[in-house]
């Protein structure tokens, strides 16, 4: 799958992991900074990546910063954007086969690497059952 990835200072090290495990599965894998844990503001990078999404150069993307709120708030001000804040599995697989979210963020400080890998994992195997119930919910999401 192709897919975006980007973080703040607070996400760097865990993104930096994702990243490689994410092209060791055979993903193709955009990574749009930062490249250093020098401090950055966590929206520049969660706007940068929520407008790739909702123009459709990515399908999907990966937003990590400390804890994932501040990035998924940024995210959702985007239109077509659907961004959820995961830190277990079962909420990551259900956010794509019931919200079809299309980004997902994650908390270096919440999560260590494995089990954030784990919910990146089932994000990514995760599909949108759609049906009417769904995709009518989903509908309701976007501004009005």
């Given at each position: 799958?192709?897919?975006?990835?980007?973080?703040?200072?607070?996400?760097?090290?865990l993104?930096?992991?994702?990243?490689?495990?994410?092209?060791?599965?055979?993903?193709?894998?955009?990574?749009?900074?930062?490249?250093?844990?020098?401090?950055?503001?966590?929206?520049?990078?969660?706007?940068?990546?929520?407008?790739?999404?909702?123009?459709?150069?990515?399908?999907?993307?990966?937003?990590?910063?400390?804890?994932?709120?501040?990035?998924?708030?940024?995210?959702?001000?985007h239109?077509?954007?659907?961004?959820?804040?995961?830190?277990?599995?079962?909420?990551?697989?259900?956010?794509?086969?019931?919200?079809?979210?299309?980004?997902?963020?994650?908390?270096?400080?919440?999560?260590?690497?494995?089990?954030?890998?784990?919910?990146?994992?089932?994000?990514?195997?995760?599909?949108?059952?759609?049906?009417?119930?769904?995709?009518?919910?989903?509908?309701?999401i976007?501004?009005?």
């Open positions: 799958m192709r897919l975006a990835i980007a973080s703040d200072h607070g996400g760097f090290q993104k930096s992991q994702l990243v490689g495990k994410l092209r060791e599965a055979g993903h193709e894998v955009e990574d749009l900074g930062t490249h250093s844990a020098e401090s950055t503001d966590y929206p520049d990078y969660a706007h940068t990546l929520a407008r790739g999404v909702a123009d459709g150069t990515w399908p999907r993307g990966i937003l990590v910063c400390g804890t994932g709120v501040g990035m998924a708030i940024a995210a959702n001000r239109a077509g954007v659907r961004a959820v804040n995961c830190s277990d599995t079962y909420t990551a697989r259900l956010s794509r086969e019931h919200n079809d979210s299309n980004v997902l963020t994650v908390g270096e400080r919440v999560l260590g690497p494995g089990l954030a890998w784990d919910v990146v994992s089932a994000w990514l195997e995760g599909t949108f059952e759609g049906g009417e119930r769904h995709t009518r919910r989903v509908s309701k976007e501004p009005r």
